[in-house]
């Protein structure tokens, strides 16, 4: 098998749906069908509204739906036709049993898997696009070999993990640093790497397509993630020691990023980081530590999250404390909900965390996000986290917030301005560029003086915003009493 033509995905998800766009585009002669069990995201991928939002993936797909580029919910059938099929389910963090609140519930991939086995009449290249833990190609592999009625019929099984991260998706598979491919070191194994390598050097020069063996290929994800939130981590935990003398955390990212070794990106002190990937990625890295007997390593880990939760901690408490200890009662307009900019995934979005800290101590909020609807900002903040992910939660709240205490504390505006108006604070939590631009002699106008600036991302102009008159707190910034001295 060594020029696949037909190409099908379980999951139109954030990786399922832009990684097959890509495939597609770029391969014209392979027919790529994306399937998922949810009719409505189907419907919303042959739709006019994608179901995801995405820089230029709108483009990608009206060039190549319905030439070589499907969305159904026949997954069955398009499965039996396939030579290659990518896994592309979802693996959250299991909730309930053995390993609850770390380890990833592979429910839904071995849900797939069953299928794959029931309905395949040839042999096919099974591909884990999801992140899975280490070993799970192994597992997978016993699942499909002893589920399948055919004896004939060989599943040769890779890991081909994604490195795209969302807002970026389109550049990042049109350009990636490099493709991973993972496989058995046999010949049926080699040829299946070989066979998937060709598919993406129509496009990615050959010297990016890494080869490695299935485990390595399964954790180097794991650890990519785990290495990129613990730089985060690190420059947040150097931003709260800013605060406490004077220095510029952004000065301190700058120098440090000069140093080759170090590296210039990624080194953005923020309200914490978020999105599907690090926390979940990290607890199960955590968890395979455990299992395997490596508490100091498994502490190791824990502790980037340990000290995402700390930041969103502290910047609620810097609110509270900088509105002279109290802020019930009082309007905070909450600008950015999303994980991150030119995405609306709220995903273990920071903003969550923030907004349930401001809300136990009585903040009345008003959010504002370009891409998040009113429903799912409701439904995020009503909905229960799981009380292992965070132990300490920002100031002390308790969960669950009910729908009607929700409902009663929050707002959601579409109009920026309208959600600063009569507030007494804006907070920053997201860095959407339209934030640096929006007329702050206005809004400042419209709000309750003292007015208050906190910059979770540290996307304003600070000293221009003092001199129109805001209080502004910037993260891992000297505070006003450090830059003006009594
Ligand atoms: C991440 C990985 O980058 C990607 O390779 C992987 O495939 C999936 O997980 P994603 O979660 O989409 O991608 O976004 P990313 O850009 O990595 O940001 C994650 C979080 O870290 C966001 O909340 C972001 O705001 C935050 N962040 C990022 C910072 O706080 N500071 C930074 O310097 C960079
Ligand atoms: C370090 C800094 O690199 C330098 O910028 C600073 O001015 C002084 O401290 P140095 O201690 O001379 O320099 O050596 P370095 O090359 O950084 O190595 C430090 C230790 O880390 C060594 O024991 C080295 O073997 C170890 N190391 C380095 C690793 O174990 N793995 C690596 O990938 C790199
Ligand atoms: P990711 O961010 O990893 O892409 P998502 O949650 O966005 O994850 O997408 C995963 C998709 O996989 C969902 O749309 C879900 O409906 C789909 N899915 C899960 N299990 C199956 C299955 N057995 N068959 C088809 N689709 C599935």
Redesign the pocket.
Known sequence: MTSPTRICCIGAGYVGGPTMAMIAYKCPDIQVTVVDLNQQRIDAWNSETLPIYEPGLHEVVKACRGRNLFFSTDCRQSVADADIVFVSVNTPTKVTGVGAGKAADLAYWEGAARMIASVSTSSKIIVEKSTVPVKTAEAIGKVLQRNCADPEVHFEILSNP??????TAIKDLENPDRVLIGGRDTEEGRAAVEALSSVYERWVPRERVLRANLWSAELSKLT??AM?AQR?SS?NSISALCEATGADVQQVAHAIGTDSRIGPK?????V???????QKDILNLVYICESVGLKQVADYWHSVIQMNDYQKNRFVERVISGMFNTVSGKKIAILGFA??KDTGDTRET?AIDVCHGLISDGADLCVYDPQVPKDQIHRDLATPKFLWDHPTLPNGAQMPFSCSQIEKSVTTSSDPYQACAGSHALCVIT?WDEFASLDYERIYASMSKPAFIFDGRNVLEHERLRSVGFIVYALGKPLEAFLRPE
């Open positions: 994604e490195f795209l991260a969302e807002g990519a993630n990129l985060i420059m990624f080194l953005n002190a923020s914490g980081f978020g999105g599907s990937c690090f994980f991150k920071p860095e």
